[in-house]
């Protein structure tokens, strides 16, 4: 399998430029009988959609999604679902500046070293819009999840540049431009944001996601690990630098006799490997946190080189997120429930017969 | 394919339990005509071999390696290599006490659920001795990388539980029970591990590999990254619980203009990527750090359930690392070999006939 | 990878059904700067578009194909080459007869058991439209193999139900609608087919298939061989019921001393083996045949059941081929292409570094 | 993955040279629970044995297999199960007189070219002997597939050069040297075998597969389809030129009226297809028959080239199979049985939750 498609049952295939006619994407093994249409696909892309606050890009897209096989009669017929999203509002003369140098942490330099050739419209492939199919994917997953097994895939934004999030309340995550689960704090985050874009500077963040009901067993050991399988999924979307299952770093400071979730016959009493135990789920929920480096294309000047490897100057001056963070929360649950609806195929493929003994909790 | 295979062109099978007959591996796709013999694998695997210091488990394992196939006269044939460790030290009896009960923190749980069925002996196929296979199959990419390409991979201990190690030198690597780069701090190491030890508990720790000489090009966008595929096999690295590209988590609050690598005719000027832009590699060292969660087989006495769901306590007193860490760097490098190599071949399958316009540095 | 991937390195992926919106195909990992437009994939659909003679469906389709992406300014990038075409002549009425009944000899009965549903509507998925994609995804193969290697493709219809047509010249074959070798018989053929249709029956076809110029070293031995890639791409055409590499089923009766293709400097004196042997190209002519059978859909009535078990008659009346064979060379062409050019990848990924010992011929 | 595994999910790898220390095999993916024991393997790996007739070679093999991890107190584990069978009777010095020529027919000269390096002894990779792991990894999915579902994979000999065998009795098929289903033509067999080895020449033969009590629903249009998957799984067996399902190759010259099985409530009223329709079983037998070509390796003098590409003679004195046929049955009986494997779990992955429609028959 060449790098534009993942998942080995569950397989997700994705083509399209930031600036081309659209994006289009495949799922490939979804179960027959799932009750679908293109609105279940639009309210996750809308969450992701651009232009939806002043802190995010003011590209205008609807990002308004077809599917186009798969579905007979408003269900899955269990063959390959293919869906577009066209592009609207492509403005390829924005990038003729930069066409000829390279944007510092972005991938401009690596894609024409190695095709030798290189599509400088917004990044071509390498743009983030490519996670419109992410989310797309990712809304099938989760409805298959959801009403299989019970699945809640949700996350929120941690932390925004140096602003940590406590959690507060699932409710307030939609109803803030950040994903944000505190709506005491959006102000203060409007106010970090809106200098920042004065200042034509960037930030990162860190993304929450968490998985809630998936039950015991799903993750195949030893490579093919659940968390092995998330922690790729994330380290492949643009701009994630870190991954952390359940306690993730803190761990290095933990002791064994901290670490250890022990076990009650009413469940486990802690959380620290994030519903994951030997690459198997544990029936806890899964939890991974994320690290999203600061926006490359930002207004400050930079120095970089050109294509004829001379010393030049660079500013970006499109339609850019600040911070890439902000919209990466249904991103990252899409890739969290792609994930998961594999394994949950995966498994069912090996031990389908098996009776599970008695469970905890 | 299934989860004891990893890698698209360079493909590692592993197979072997705890206290089986045997562990086993094939590495599938290796070029023809290295030159590679048992030492090869042997001198790695020795790096990684228990009962080396007091600080690790004193199972007596030889770890001595058998190459079964693929090499003729010295040299690799271009079929698989197919290699066997015999275990040699197994004492399943250690295990009897805790056949009927759940470790906290470790996969019986997991396995028992999954697939109603479990090895017990020493954690069966989710004990960590499986990463033999891991650093056999990377010692073979890391001849080939170095003698194709330059490329060295090497790595060492950056943090012991509480105790972060500044890196100050690779001779040091080589010469301490730890792989810590700075000799000057053995004593306090070894003190810690000895208390820490007499405790019957355990530790965390941090490892950072780094990959030099990497070309320019490797990885595939969008999924296939560089980034993505070296995150999937470093989490799937027995106990690891995050991992980091560059400057990882750190980039969270990072602003852009701090982040984003600026370019020189000469070269990158820092390296907060960590040798990865867009999924291709950029030319600079692949950074990686990862967190490794403390040892679940303790000696503590730990709350947890028996296999008929009853309340119990478990201590586990068999021969156990009170830091999985200390010989995980030998480990993390095996993986990240595998995972570059398996890129340059696929890099070299799509862009064989690529020019690559002039480079920096 | 899920039933509509195939492929290793250049992995096609293919949707879409007969009466839907649309078909789509997603071509990843061809070498970027292959010089490639719409027309480049146009002329090979033209060559299978229906309607183009009496004797092939009268269903009115231009099968125009529409590239999304992957290729700028002209030339492939590198990145996934996303294309689609949209059905136009649609007429899922004339499916109401047969929604409630199994043609014998299609996939209705297995698409129905299978999946528990199904979309009737002229075959749905399991439609021989599906067929545009392959030769789409065939047609840049075919462009880069000759380009890159000088590798020509190019078939011919070998027999027409009982007529044998012994090839006679490569001119011939684009002369006449079934893609004879010899327009000598083409009134011949056009009589029997003639009276085929008006007795409302179909007939089989046998199509060989031959590539050029592919260079020795291509395949891999033991699974992944050339051979056993080709038998299944060929094997995975709508209809096709058998394969033959070189002598084929001729093999049985021939002598160890009949079939080995002796060798001098000059080259190989005869060519049973089809152009491969242990799985590896020769360096000669790569010759298939393959084995189509007769159109399921037909006119005549025929015996079956209904969705509800009871015993039925069906008749088929919409517009149909009365022989898949005729149009079935560009779509072998097709996915001969594509394996090759799988393995063009995958034997220089591993072996870009040998030196090719002095050749024979 | 590369060359030397194949399966999606019931995942096979191999890797072994007909001289070299071992072959060894590794199968993942199997369900846990299934009982297991090395004599499960021997059983089928004995009905191939070299020496068991004067009919085969008369390498003095023993073929004891030895089960290695995965299993666990008598039940597989769901972990991978890795096998080796250890050679016994090396004569590499019977090789030193054709490691400097290159017998037509055979893959000497491929596998040169391609990977510049070649083990000479026996064919090296290329030996016929590599089917063991084909047998073993066969003799787990047969074992399966007879406790799960009830499915019976056996074969037999059709034709042995020119001789065709019509069936008569499976009681026969073990009963004489050949696997015929005739035992009355035995004799005639061996006179003809009898006098094909002193003329020192080799012949080729047809083998026949049925699996019996396959339920309908398994494959995966479409590429995916169950009959692509045996045809490149049958296609891979050394010296197997071509394929057939069910009609095969007779289907050229059946009418649409003919060929296409008529269905009634009992069930269909004949099986021209081969129990596979739009690549997805019927619920009826399947039918596969492959033809093999005659051995290569025969003591009639021939005309090559030697490394150096001078012309040169070359017979082939080493003890070999005088028709390879006679010991193909318990091979592509495994194949078969690991392609229908692969697919069963495959199936229940997708479509577990389907409650089939009522079934015919």
């Known amino acids: 399998m060449s790098g534009n498609s993942f998942g080995t049952l569950y397989c997700v295939t994705s083509f399209g430029e930031s600036h081309g006619a659209a994006y289009g994407g495949v799922v490939d093994g979804c179960p027959p009988g799932l009750e679908l249409k293109n609105e279940d696909l639009q309210k996750e892309l809308d969450r992701r959609k651009p232009g939806s606050s002043r802190h995010v890009t003011q590209r205008r897209e609807t990002d308004t999604v077809e599917i186009l096989s798969g579905v007979y009669?408003?269900?899955?017929?269990?063959?390959?679902?293919?869906?577009?999203?066209?592009?609207?509002?492509?403005?390829?003369?924005?990038?003729?500046?930069?066409?000829?140098?390279?944007?510092?942490?972005?991938?401009?330099?690596?894609?024409?070293?190695?095709?030798?050739?290189?599509?400088?419209?917004?990044?071509?492939?390498?743009?983030?819009?490519?996670?419109?199919?992410?989310?797309?994917?990712?809304?099938?997953?989760?409805?298959?999840?959801?009403?299989?097994?019970?699945?809640?895939?949700?996350?929120?934004?941690?932390?925004?540049?140096?602003?940590?999030?406590?959690?507060?309340?699932?409710?307030?995550?939609?109803?803030?431009?950040?994903?944000s689960p505190d709506n005491s704090r959006t102000k203060e985050l409007e106010q970090f944001m809106d200098a920042l874009r004065e200042s034509g500077d960037s930030c990162g963040a860190r993304v929450d996601v968490i998985a809630e009901h998936v039950p015991v067993g799903w993750g195949e050991p030893v490579y093919g690990r659940l968390d092995a399988d998330i922690a790729g999924a994330m380290m492949s979307i643009n701009a994630v630098k870190g991954v952390e299952i359940g306690a993730g770093f803190a761990s290095i400071t933990q002791k064994g006799s901290e670490h250890g979730d022990e076990m009650t016959p009413q469940g486990f009493l802690s959380n620290n490997n994030g519903g994951v135990l030997g690459g198997i789920s544990t029936g806890q929920d899964v939890r991974v946190s994320i690290a999203l480096k600061p926006t490359s294309s930002i207004r400050v000047p930079r120095r970089t080189i050109d294509t004829q490897g001379k010393p030049a100057t660079v500013q970006t001056t499109g339609r850019h997120d600040p911070c890439v963070g902000i919209r990466a929360t249904p991103i990252a649950e899409g890739m969290l429930a792609c994930v998961l609806m594999d394994h949950a195929l995966r498994h069912r493929a090996q031990c389908a017969d098996v009776v599970p003994p008695t469970k905890i909790g």
């Open 73 to 179: 009669e408003g269900k899955t017929t269990g063959s390959a679902i293919g869906f577009l999203i066209r592009n609207e509002d492509q403005r390829p003369k924005d990038y003729a500046a930069i066409a000829e140098k390279f944007r510092p942490g972005h991938a401009d330099y690596t894609y024409w070293q190695k095709y030798g050739i290189r599509d400088p419209r917004g990044g071509g492939r390498a743009s983030a819009r490519e996670t419109v199919i992410r989310v797309a994917a990712g809304a099938i997953a989760k409805k298959w999840l959801h009403q299989r097994y019970g699945v809640v895939v949700r996350g929120y934004l941690s932390q925004l540049g140096p602003h940590p999030i406590v959690f507060k309340s699932w409710d307030d995550v939609g109803k803030n431009p950040f994903f």
